[in-house]
């Protein structure tokens, strides 16, 4: 192989890398926030709270805030519709485990979006409907784009909230990746509430 054939060899694969690397880190930024919500039987829905780094915020708000900086319900619609909709695909980077089973997250039945400073907030719901087994009940979260084009820099759970009086819970929290770690000293890589009736 001559000289010139091993420089656009090695050109090709430098392009194929850089095209790799480019792809693969991530380009939105935001912090996630859970709680869980309790009725009689056990948790009813999950709420998630998510905070936009101020790139992509501005963007979104740019493209649909009529420049009053409070998303009004036609433009809440419109943002559902084109930019939060398409992340069913994702399962809306919701990774969850029912008592040792996956649950694939296709539905949320609320969806709230503002603005905070200069950060685009969403805040939406997720049906559960999970009953507390004599045993104990558990369910493994962790919010993760698999795609990595968005990066989750933290993830916190509030106390369980609403009838949660009547349940014996606990929330454990598993390590971040180091890059997650780094962003934020904070962050937590998953969580577990195990609940069961007092």
Do not use: C
Request: hydrophobic share 40%.
């Amino acid at each position: 192989m001559n000289t010139k054939t091993l420089q656009k060899l090695a050109l090709i694969i430098v392009i194929i890398m850089h095209t790799a690397l480019a792809s693969a880190h991530p380009h939105v930024f935001m912090d996630s926030e859970v709680s869980f919500v309790f009725n009689e039987q056990g948790v009813e829905k999950l709420l998630v709270h998510w905070e936009f780094d101020e790139m992509f915020s501005s963007g979104i708000i740019m493209d649909y805030d009529d420049g009053d900086r409070v998303i009004d319900e036609e433009e809440r619609k419109l943002i559902r519709r084109d930019v939060f909709e398409n992340l069913v695909h994702h399962g809306y980077f919701l990774r969850i485990d029912i008592n040792g089973e996956s649950f694939p997250v296709e539905f949320v039945d609320m969806f709230d979006v503002s603005i905070k400073g200069n950060r685009l907030v969403y805040d939406f719901s997720v049906p559960l409907g999970i009953p507390a087994k004599g045993s104990g009940s558990s369910i493994d979260l962790k919010v993760l784009d698999s795609t990595n084009y968005t990066a989750i820099v933290s993830l916190k759970a509030k106390k369980p909230t609403l009838h949660s009086s009547g349940f014996s819970t606990t929330i454990e929290y598993a390590e971040p990746d180091t890059w997650s770690r780094n962003m934020n000293p904070e962050s937590i890589g998953s969580l577990r509430l195990v609940f069961s009736k007092k």
